[in-house]
C-alpha cells in the first residue's frame, strides 16, 4: 500500500530551480503547476494548466488538480490524484491504456484548436440561450 501524503501549496510568479518535496508550485502568471513525483523518486513533474490540460481547483485551503498525474515517462510510472492538497494513489496503466489515453488527449487538443480556430459552433450558439435554455439544454 502506497503511504499518505498531504501536500502543502505555494502560489508564486516563477517556478523555483529547486522544488521542495510535498510543495505544489503554482504560478498563475504562467499557468504551470510543478512539483516533485510524489513516489519519492525526485523527478519534476510540470502541469500545464489549459482547457485540454490540467485545471486546478482551489478551495482557499487546499490545491486539487484534474485530471490524475500519469507520470508515464518516468522510471517510476507513478499515477495519482491530487484531491484537497492529499495525494490519492491510483492504479498502474498498461502500455496499451497509456497509448490510449495520450491518443484521447492529442485528439481533445485537436478538437479544442479546431474549434477555436474556426469560430463558434452550433453549441457555442446554444450558448447565447437565457440561463434556463442552457440548464435545460445541460
Known amino acids: 500500500m502506497k503511504r499518505q501524503i498531504t501536500l502543502t501549496h505555494e502560489f508564486v510568479e516563477y517556478i523555483p530551480d529547486e522544488l521542495k518535496d510535498g ?48 507520470n508515464w515517462s518516468f522510471d517510476c510510472k507513478s499515477h495519482y490524484w491530487i484531491r484537497g492538497g492529499k495525494v490519492r494513489w491510483a492504479g498502474m496503466w498498461s502500455q496499451e491504456e497509456i497509448d490510449a489515453g495520450r491518443a484521447t488527449d492529442q485528439l481533445a487538443k485537436e478538437r479544442y484548436f479546431k474549434a477555436v480556430s474556426t469560430g463558434p459552433t452550433a453549441t457555442d450558439k446554444k450558448a447565447g440561450r437565457g440561463f434556463w435554455q442552457k440548464l435545460k439544454w445541460w
Open 23 to 70: 510543495t505544489l508550485y503554482v504560478s498563475m502568471p504562467f499557468a504551470t503547476v510543478a512539483h516533485k513525483c510524489c513516489c519519492g523518486c525526485g523527478k519534476e513533474v510540470v502541469t500545464p494548466l489549459s482547457p485540454t490540460d490540467w485545471k486546478l481547483i482551489f478551495d482557499g485551503k487546499s490545491i486539487s488538480l484534474d485530471p490524475s498525474i500519469g
